[in-house]
């Protein structure tokens, strides 16, 4: 599976993006779903991650209720809709996918996307 990470950029706090990963080579619907992302001087974080039939998602705590993670199957792709956006949200974003349930240990994962940077701005 090869993933593709896009919809990053510079947001006001506040303001809100949405993020893509897309898949190719290979069917996401087989697949659990992760969003990581990694702060400069940090570890990479799970922030939110979906079932392959999406009806079981995970979120962080620092995230819930201002980030929504989401999946097309038949479009092979996976959102992450983030609203809300404060400066610690600043990071470099992740998507991965998993064969089996996702979990919280960002080295089980089997691929992983190029990433995409978010900045917000105070």
């Known amino acids: 599976v090869q993933l593709q990470a896009s919809g990053g950029g510079f947001v006001q706090a506040g303001g809100s993006l949405r993020l893509s990963c897309a898949a190719s080579?290979?069917?996401?619907?087989?697949?659990?779903m992760g969003w990581f992302r990694q702060a400069p001087g940090k570890e990479r974080e799970l922030v939110a991650a979906?079932?392959?039939?999406?009806?079981?998602?995970y979120y962080a705590d620092s995230v819930k209720g201002r980030f929504t993670i989401s999946r097309d199957n038949a479009k092979n792709t996976v959102y992450l809709q983030m609203n809300s956006l404060k400066p610690e949200d600043t990071a470099v974003y992740y998507c991965?996918?998993?064969?089996?349930?996702?979990?919280?240990?960002?080295?089980?994962?089997?691929?992983w996307g190029q990433g995409t940077l978010v900045t917000v701005s105070s």
């Open positions: 991965a996918a998993r064969d089996r349930d996702y979990v919280l240990r960002a080295t089980l994962y089997d691929y």
């Open positions: 080579r290979r069917t996401l619907s087989n697949y659990a």
């Open positions: 979906i079932n392959w039939s999406g009806d079981s998602t």
